[in-house]
């Protein structure tokens, strides 16, 4: 992976706020930071993970990124085919349309998504209608095409959703993702309701489509094995912020945040790394009241009384993984001593 080149999406600063209105006899009005200034790049051909425990924000950062929900605040900065740099968050519905086709979704429960009443092979021309083209032959060309690309027959064309397993379905609701030849796809928990050996076929086509079809990733999940099996590079989420990003690889071998440690040391076999709140020490804030200084320090061995002050920022570092220095960032004050703390361990 060059990380050299030029990112196909830069997200800066991005923010997701609710205010919160108090009843006449509550007292709990304020903001809400679902989301609370999370950067990150996608490189072309890259896909980049972010991981949490459930209501960290990271389906909110996915669904604000593509502008399902609008975001209070930040930039997300695409890359076009044009060669066009655009920043997405300020835009109207009518300005995205051309832009529409080259960013897609993948969703957890692709049945809710294919209308029932519709053939496969009209659920997957219909992105393509939208989009102007009316010719049967070439629409029928393309959904004959994409089935075949993941795994399923031509044959299938013809027969409604409900004929399909749930593998089979996730299947479907991927061919119609890319069927108008998006870039970037964002896949939210996209492998979680099924079975871990359907999972890991979908995980295999998702792997080859994205080399097949040069496209980049932001996966998210909650599982650490499927993060570790698809990722390059993980973002790991804490309330409504990134903790730490890393190769994926680095970032199993040597975590640098305790929030990611915790994770990792919590859950010993990493088949069994489904994140479970209830398997770490201590409770999730409060999102509507965080806690000062470190969101991590009520639950953090670490912490110092400068953790419960002073908000760190998510700095780079330099790590040495595999014989070549690579760029990690981590949102610890103290992350050279856990690095070291690490190396003594490892020694
Ligand atoms: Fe723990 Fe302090 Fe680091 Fe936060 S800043 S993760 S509380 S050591």
Same mark, same amino acid.
Request: charged letters at 25%; hydrophobic letters at 40%; glycine letters at 6%.
């Given at each position: 992976?060059?990380?050299?080149?030029?990112?196909?999406?830069?997200?800066?600063?991005?923010?997701?706020?609710?205010?919160?209105?108090?009843?006449?006899?509550?007292?709990?009005?304020?903001?809400?930071?679902?989301?609370?200034?999370?950067?990150?790049?996608?490189?072309?051909?890259?896909?980049?993970?972010?991981?949490?425990?459930?209501?960290?924000?990271?389906?909110?950062?996915?669904?604000?990124?593509?502008?399902?929900?609008?975001?209070?605040?930040?930039?997300?900065?695409?890359?076009?085919?044009?060669?066009?740099?655009?920043?997405?968050?300020?835009?109207?519905?009518?300005?995205?349309?051309?832009?529409?086709?080259?960013?897609?979704?993948?969703?957890?429960?692709?049945?809710?998504?294919?209308?029932?009443?519709?053939?496969?092979?009209?659920?997957?021309?219909?992105?393509?209608?939208?989009?102007?083209?009316?010719?049967?032959?070439?629409?029928?060309?393309? $959904?004959?095409?994409?089935?075949?690309?993941?795994?399923?027959?031509?044959?299938?064309?013809?027969?409604?959703?409900? $004929?399909?397993?749930?593998?089979?379905?996730?299947?479907?609701?991927?061919?119609?993702?890319?069927? =108008?030849?998006?870039?970037?796809?964002?896949?939210?928990?996209?492998?979680?309701?099924?079975?871990?050996?359907?999972?890991?076929?979908?995980?295999?086509?998702?792997?080859?489509?994205?080399?097949?079809?040069?496209?980049?990733?932001?996966?998210?999940?909650?599982?650490?094995?499927?993060?570790?099996?698809?990722?390059?590079?993980?973002?790991?989420?804490?309330?409504?912020?990134?903790?730490?990003?890393?190769?994926?690889?680095?970032?199993?071998?040597?975590?640098?945040?305790?929030? =990611?440690?915790?994770?990792?040391?919590?859950?010993?076999?990493?088949?069994?790394?489904?994140?479970?709140?209830?398997?770490?020490?201590?409770?999730?804030?409060? $999102?509507?009241?965080?806690?000062?200084?470190?969101?991590?320090?009520?639950?953090?061995?670490?912490? =110092?009384?400068?953790?419960? =002050?002073?908000?760190? $920022?998510?700095?780079?570092?330099?790590?040495?993984?595999?014989?070549?220095?690579?760029?990690?960032?981590?949102?610890?004050?103290?992350?050279?001593?856990?690095?070291?703390?690490?190396?003594?361990?490892?020694?």
């Amino acid at each position: 992976m060059d990380y050299n080149t030029t990112p196909l999406v830069e997200v800066e600063g991005l923010q997701m706020h609710f205010s919160m209105k108090g009843g006449a006899f509550s007292r709990r009005a304020g903001v809400i930071k679902a989301v609370d200034g999370v950067s990150f790049k996608v490189f072309p051909n890259e896909t980049f993970g972010l991981v949490g425990e459930s209501g960290c924000g990271k389906t909110t950062v996915g669904r604000a990124v593509l502008k399902a929900i609008e975001p209070t605040g930040g930039k997300v900065i695409f890359d076009s085919k044009s060669g066009k740099k655009i920043n997405l968050v300020p835009m109207t519905s009518d300005e995205l349309r051309p832009y529409r086709q080259e960013v897609q979704m993948i969703f957890q429960d692709p049945y809710s998504s294919l209308s029932p009443r519709m053939t496969i092979q009209e659920i997957l021309e219909e992105p393509l209608r939208l989009a102007g083209h009316t010719d049967k032959e070439y629409l029928f060309e393309q $959904a004959k095409h994409m089935i075949e690309q993941v795994d399923l027959r031509s044959s299938h064309l013809m027969r409604y959703p409900h $004929a399909f397993s749930g593998g089979q379905r996730q299947r479907i609701g991927i061919a119609r993702s890319l069927i =108008t030849h998006p870039r970037f796809i964002v896949a939210d928990e996209a492998v979680s309701a099924l079975d871990v050996s359907v999972q890991a076929q979908i995980l295999e086509i998702l792997a080859e489509l994205k080399d097949k079809m040069n496209l980049s990733y932001l996966f998210i999940s909650h599982d650490l094995s499927v993060i570790k099996y698809i990722c390059d590079r993980v973002g790991v989420m804490y309330l409504g912020r990134i903790v730490e990003v890393a190769e994926t690889d680095a970032l199993f071998h040597r975590p640098l945040h305790p929030y =990611t440690e915790a994770l990792m040391y919590a859950i010993p076999d990493i088949n069994e790394r489904q994140i479970r709140s209830d398997i770490l020490a201590g409770e999730i804030p409060d $999102a509507a009241n965080p806690p000062p200084g470190c969101a991590f320090h009520n639950r953090c061995k670490y912490a =110092t009384d400068k953790c419960r =002050t002073e908000v760190p $920022a998510l700095r780079e570092f330099t790590d040495t993984f595999n014989g070549k220095e690579i760029l990690r960032e981590s949102a610890c004050h103290f992350v050279e001593d856990i690095y070291y703390k690490h190396d003594e361990e490892i020694v």
